[in-house]
């Protein structure tokens, strides 16, 4: 069964830093190669949405327009592990992160869902 499990939320000031990480279990190394790996949030009371993606077969990675140039994500498959640095916080960027693994090549379908830490960016 693919677990996957996200760590490196916590508090942090506006314009602060974080780097999220998801650790995947249950997929062998190789089997985790062939996965794109994406990063969500959800605010309360909004529905989630995408943030970032890696995609397997090429390295390619895809953000949503407003954290382009502040978040990267990025994999470390020896690790079976995605993270997701976020630079330049703001508070509006409060929300559960969740880590998804999927692999749909348009980045629309995703097949595992971590349980989510919180981010909470203070003013």
């Known amino acids: 069964q693919v677990q996957l499990v996200e760590s490196g939320g916590g508090l942090v000031q506006a314009g602060g830093s974080l780097r999220l990480s998801c650790a995947a279990s249950?997929?062998?190394?190789?089997?985790?190669?062939?996965?794109?790996m994406g990063w969500f949030r959800q605010a309360p009371g909004q529905e989630r949405e995408f943030v970032a993606a890696?995609?397997?077969?090429?390295?390619?990675?895809s953000y949503v327009d407003s954290v382009k140039g502040r978040f990267t994500i990025s994999r470390e498959n020896a690790k079976k592990t995605v993270y997701l640095q976020m630079n330049n916080l703001k508070s509006t960027e409060t929300a559960v992160y969740f880590c998804a693994a999927g692999r749909d090549v348009t980045l629309r379908d995703w097949d595992y869902w971590g349980q989510g830490t919180q981010v909470t960016v203070s003013s």
């Open positions: 249950g997929l062998t190394f190789t089997k985790f190669t062939t996965y794109n």
């Open positions: 890696v995609a397997w077969v090429h390295g390619g990675t």
